[in-house]
């Protein structure tokens, strides 16, 4: 299949040259295994079944060039494998090593262009993929064979292309090492664009995610388990080789666990019996931001969802309430058959599948009546993941996103067309009239694909049905740094591709309140009750609450916040004692009214040796004595409701204002006059003479030794008391 035409023919010079260049390809080329992701200390090739399948996933995902530019041209006939391999550890291999020849695509043809493979034989067009792909692999292992397990199953095509490479080995080798002296670097790991090497530094450290099933198993259980495992608690996992586990600060379910224990954790029960599930942390949050608005039976509308991990995610946190989630797009049944099995062994069951796409489903679908929140992920660019292989497998998305990895970044016209059709998707999400909240959650880093979708949607929304519009919210999932406040300032949760996480965007769209609703306490409680809020209360009293403060705003203004018997009760009792006091008190008043200036230092005095209990009862006494008599109570209520203007200060409870005034001729002193005229009138009351205590005596009391006179206020302004 492969036939050699002719070689081309080196003097001695340049073979001594391609020797020394091969030589040093062969011996410097160690840095080149540095950047696999994967950590392997050798390189010893791939299954052919590997080989195949790279081969096809790299022919359908390989930089097309213009007619001028094209070197080799690549077939668009697949090649022919064994079987499919259903084996997921095959699966990733052959997307990392289609993903990896991808990267290194222009490099790899200059290398075999330099080789002189191509002009000296005949290939057929659909081999070209093969040879890329196992090119990769043969420099990647520094040139050396490949070794092949005694139970595996050769492909004629692996075969010969393999021979082919062997054979061109000292001129591929020779053809490197120009490569990486034309662009001064260590490696072809080094030519790579910035943007590249950054994003496969990032996945080299990414730790690992998963979420912990509560429909199974409690995370307290799941900590135990990992504790008698061997495995520690931690706060942070990134550059730590011990088996230890960290708790996600946003998520309460999810663990994070360094790369390296993957094989290691995929081989207990907790995986085994799907108890822990690994996923990106992106859906997580996306889930979780859905469960905070939810109330207890509230639908929930998914679209894009992509892992059907996701939707069991979601239907784990709504187990104990009772939504439902309806998952749309889902357009054949044949594709997972082993979908249903899969909600079973993780214990979900208010899931319902929609077959028809999220954009033919009617808004006033009868079905989806009481959907309250939709979450919305749609397909994005992906470029804030750092591991798009992983993010394929997992996320079931299309392959054609290892081609933007590969270049760095996505082309305008398709970061246009993705956007229209995010756009699309939330406008009509936001058509569903009975909902109340739409979550929008990416994973790009792109803000034409991210804030700028969700600004256009809002101001676009369509404001002709008659239902409140929808507002941009705060997050709801707590921001555990200053970073992300500071991203998060305007009502957007971001987080930016890192060390430790993917990159991830969610916004939060909800319903302004209609300011014509009214809410009534038995709605309000009855939302904080399916919230948990309410343990042990009951509901019922809220209106007898407030039957009991409309009773009271027609007896007493100032008693709206205590019980209107007690009230009452306490009135009774001191108007009997304002009775049986009347004889004694009648005096005090007449002194009250005929004294206007006099006597000051006697009313602090007096007002020293007053029982707690009696003061309570005497600013009161002068009012009623003046307007009602004795015998008559009720009476006395109704004057007390509009009593004097200057007697509207005095309360019900008089026992919290004893004190004060007797401290306040002494605290301030240039305004003490007018304090006292106008509404403290109960000093003015003769009282019993008392000695005035030694601490409270003053200089000029002191020095004089008789009693005080009229003037004694002036005498106080001019000698001050610095102990007060």
């Known amino acids: 299949m492969l036939n050699t035409t002719s070689e081309l023919q080196f003097s001695n010079e340049k073979n001594t040259k391609i020797a020394q260049l091969a030589s040093l390809a062969l011996s410097g080329d160690a840095a080149s295994s540095q950047k696999n992701s994967s ?15 790279a081969a096809n996933i790299f022919q359908g995902i390989q930089i097309e060039k213009s007619p001028d530019q094209i070197l080799i041209k690549y077939g668009n006939e ?66 050396q064979a490949r070794l092949l397990s005694d139970n595996e199953e050769s492909i004629a095509e692996v075969q010969e292309v393999e021979n082919l490479l062997n054979s061109f080995k000292t001129k591929l080798a020779a053809a490197l090492a120009r490569c990486r002296i034309k662009h001064d670097a260590l490696s072809i790991y080094h030519i790579l664009p910035e943007t590249v090497r950054n994003q496969e530094l990032r996945a080299s450290t990414l730790p690992l995610y998963a979420w912990i099933n509560t429909g199974k198993i409690s995370p307290e259980e799941v900590y135990h388990i990992l504790k008698e495992k061997g495995y ?77 991990y996701t939707v069991a995610h979601m239907s784990i946190l709504t187990n104990n309430n009772t939504s439902k989630i309806f998952v749309c797009g889902v357009q054949s049944q044949a594709k997972h058959p082993d979908r249903k099995n899969l909600f079973t062994k993780m214990g979900c069951k208010n899931i319902e599948i929609l077959h028809e796409t999220f954009l033919n489903i009617e808004s006033k679908d009868n079905r989806l009546q009481k959907v309250k929140v939709i979450l919305l992920l749609p397909r994005c660019s992906g470029l804030g993941v750092s591991n798009p292989v992983e993010f394929i497998l997992n996320e079931h998305e299309d392959t054609g996103l290892l081609k933007d990895f590969s270049q760095g970044g996505t082309s305008e016209d398709k970061l246009h067309v993705l956007a229209q059709q995010q756009y699309e998707q939330l406008i009509h999400a936001m058509k569903f009239t009975k909902a109340q909240a739409v979550v929008y959650c990416t994973c790009s880093v792109y803000p034409e694909e991210n804030e700028a979708v969700v600004k256009k949607a809002l101001e676009f929304q369509d404001h002709g049905i008659k239902v409140q519009p929808y507002r941009l919210s705060p997050p709801v999932l707590p921001l555990c740094s200053s970073k992300e406040i500071q991203l998060s300032t305007d009502k957007f949760f971001r987080m930016e591709p890192s060390e430790i996480t993917n990159g991830c965007f969610l916004s939060v769209l909800t319903r302004e309140r209609d300011p014509t609703e009214t809410v009534s306490v038995k709605d309000v409680l009855a939302r904080a009750a399916a919230k948990g809020l309410l343990d042990g209360m009951e509901l019922g009293k809220s209106s007898k ?10 007896s007493l203004p100032k008693a709206s916040t205590t019980d209107s018997n007690s009230i009452q009760m306490k009135i009774a009792e001191f108007l009997n004692r304002e009775t049986n006091a009347n004889a004694n008190w009648s005096e005090t008043s007449t002194t009250k009214t005929s004294l206007p200036q006099k006597n000051i230092t006697q009313v602090g005095s007096s007002s020293l040796v007053r029982k707690p209990n009696k003061p309570a009862t005497h600013p009161l006494v002068p009012t009623f004595m003046k307007n009602t008599p004795p015998s008559r109570p009720y009476e006395r209520l109704t004057n007390f409701v509009r009593p004097r203007p200057e007697d509207r200060l005095i309360s019900l409870k008089p026992v919290e204002i004893v004190l004060p005034p007797v401290m306040l001729p002494f605290s301030s002193p240039q305004g003490i006059r007018p304090l006292i005229q106008t509404q403290h009138f109960y000093y003015r009351w003769v009282g019993p003479k008392t000695v005035v205590p030694s601490y409270l005596s003053t200089p000029s009391i002191s020095r004089k030794g008789g009693k005080p006179k009229e003037n004694l206020p002036s005498s106080l302004l001019r000698r001050p008391r610095p102990w007060l």
């Open 78 to 143: 697949p090649l022919r494998s064994l079987s499919e391999s259903e084996d997921e550890s095959l699966q990733r291999l052959s997307y990392e090593l289609a993903f990896s020849a991808l990267k290194y695509q222009d490099i790899l043809e200059t290398i075999l262009i330099d080789s002189y493979i191509f002009p000296s034989t005949t290939i057929p067009d659909h081999l070209s993929s093969l040879i890329i792909v196992m090119l990769y692999d043969f420099q990647d292992r520094k040139f």
């Open 545 to 554: 609450q407030e039957k009991k403060k409309k009773k009271s705003k027609t």
């Open 232 to 308: 520690s608690e931690v706060k942070s996992v990134l550059h730590i080789d011990d088996k230890v586990f960290a708790v996600d600060q946003h998520c309460y379910d999810v663990l994070i666990f360094p790369s390296h224990l993957k094989s290691d954790l995929l081989n207990t029960d907790l995986f085994k019996n799907y108890k822990l599930i690994f996923q990106d942390k992106s859906r997580s949050l996306a889930v979780h931001s859905v469960k905070a608005l939810l109330n207890m039976d509230d639908d929930i509308l998914m679209v894009n969802t992509g892992s059907w």
């Open 39 to 53: 950590g392997l200390p050798e390189k010893t090739g791939y299954p052919d079944s590997v080989y195949v399948m």
